[in-house]
């Protein structure tokens, strides 16, 4: 960060900020950064401040703003680590577990391994009980409403790697999950890395089995990025505010059509076209398969939704 970017009250504070940071008083360089950080967000700022939340053992509030510049502590080994130590300090070992996997140095991926195995065992040994619940909660998580699935999927992902398979494997071909939960626990797994075959039931009721390592991403999709494209040229100018409400309800939609997006969008300008008619209130000339798809997958949005609100 050059200092050009601060203005001199700024430039003062992140001086203070520094000093208390090299006198070991990390609350003060927490406080002084904070204030900074709300007006000019930036890496190396970002990178002094969650580090001196973290010295002052706030690792909660640190998390949260590391998740800002998540991938710039994936430039150097040392940044790679320290991310890593504070995941693990909040047992977040499914996203910790998703970082190792896109390492690409093999030795630094078996230290990060390493540390991972390390803090999984530790929690184990002291929060059994609490593990316990979460993973109990998470494997019988379809016997509660969408908005609790929610829930018990985020705590889940706090599990040990090994308990997060066990259930994970069940849930999904439980046909009573919602779909938006299978797409969740695949994606993990696509994260991952996982080289061995899972079988889950899709949109369809139907059984398929696949390798997660060989699925692309939802946003590496070339269906959905189609989409997105025909969304951009046909709205982005035109109707902003259209265009960012239709952008996420693409994106859920699309979402609970992963891995076999093509399968449900053939015809991407069609999609999009009635999307935005539905939106404004008009007829659409899209197909009968495009409309029956869309109502099908709105209803599945609307239970999600419906169940957020009412609790």
Do not use: C
């Not at 997958?297 to 169940?307: D, I, S, V």
Request: hydrophobic share 40%; no cysteine.
């Amino acid at each position: 960060m050059s200092k050009d970017t601060l203005n001199g009250r700024q430039r003062e504070l992140f001086d203070k900020a520094n000093q208390a940071y090299q006198d070991k008083d990390y609350a003060q360089a927490a406080s002084l950064l904070e204030n900074i950080y709300n007006e000019v967000q930036d890496p190396q700022i970002n990178h002094l401040l969650v580090e001196s939340l973290y010295l002052h053992e706030e690792y909660s509030r640190a998390r949260a703003y590391a998740d800002d510049y998540l991938n710039s502590y994936l430039t150097t080994a040392t940044d790679f680590r320290f991310l890593l130590t504070l995941l693990l300090r909040v047992h977040e070992f499914i996203l910790a577990h998703e970082i190792v996997a896109g390492v690409h140095d093999e030795k630094l991926k078996q230290t990060g391994l390493e540390m991972i195995e390390g803090a999984e065992n530790e929690a184990r040994m002291d929060t059994k009980a609490t593990l316990t619940t979460i993973a109990k909660q998470f494997y019988h998580m379809s016997d509660y409403s969408a908005a609790e699935q929610q829930g018990r999927f985020q705590a889940a992902l706090k599990l040990p790697l090994t308990e997060f398979k066990q259930g994970a494997q069940y849930l999904l071909v439980d046909p009573y999950l919602h779909p938006l939960f299978v797409v969740s626990i695949l994606e993990v797994f696509q994260r991952l890395h996982e080289e061995t075959t899972v079988t889950f039931q899709w949109l369809d009721k139907k059984r398929y089995t696949v390798v997660p390592n060989q699925l692309n991403s939802l946003q590496d999709d070339q269906m959905y990025k189609q989409v997105q494209q025909s969304l951009t040229e046909k709205l982005a100018a035109k109707d902003p505010v259209a265009y960012n409400l239709l952008s996420q309800e693409v994106r859920l939609q699309l979402t609970l059509t992963y891995p076999f997006v093509s399968r449900v969008v053939t015809d991407a300008d069609g999609w999009v076209d009635n999307l935005i008619a539905v939106y404004q209130g008009k007829p659409s000339n899209s197909s009968d398969e495009i409309a029956t798809w869309q109502s099908r997958l709105e209803k599945l949005t609307a239970e999600l939704l419906a169940n957020d609100n009412q609790g």
